[in-house]
């Protein structure tokens, strides 16, 4: 198992940034993909993006590509979110998730084992 605590959510105008960060401690980082969901009230809870073990491999959800970047820190057990250009559409919670499995759809929220507590994110026009 892995615990995850996210920071660095916040608000924010259009067309700014945030970066948000998820650190993690228990199980061997390093050999673990992470993701990043998002979830509006009275809706399902969707992939922002996910990457790999060793960071080379990366999933981005249409609406974020070019503005959105997923990194990870193995020796620190970082992993982080960086939001450019921000639309109040992407206004959410937003949370970070792990699984040590692979060879999986990394967009199924059911695919993942340990989850974060969630961070409120909101963009305003």
């Known amino acids: ?29 390093s050999r673990t993909t992470m993701a990043w969901f998002r979830q509006v009230p009275g809706k399902e809870r969707t992939i922002v993006g996910a990457i790999g073990w060793i960071g080379s491999s990366t999933y981005y959800t249409d609406s974020v590509k070019g503005r959105f970047t997923i990194s990870r820190d193995n020796a620190k057990n970082t992993f982080s979110l960086q ?25 199924s929220r059911l695919n993942y084992d340990d989850w974060g507590q969630g961070t409120q994110v909101t963009v305003s026009s």
């Open 1 to 29: 198992q892995v615990q995850l605590v996210e920071s660095g959510g916040g608000s924010v105008q259009a067309g700014g940034s945030l970066r948000l960060s998820c650190a993690g401690s228990g199980r061997t980082f």
């Open 83 to 107: 939001m450019n250009s921000l639309k109040p559409e992407d206004t959410a919670v937003y949370y970070c998730a792990a699984t040590p499995k692979v060879g999986i759809d990394v967009t």
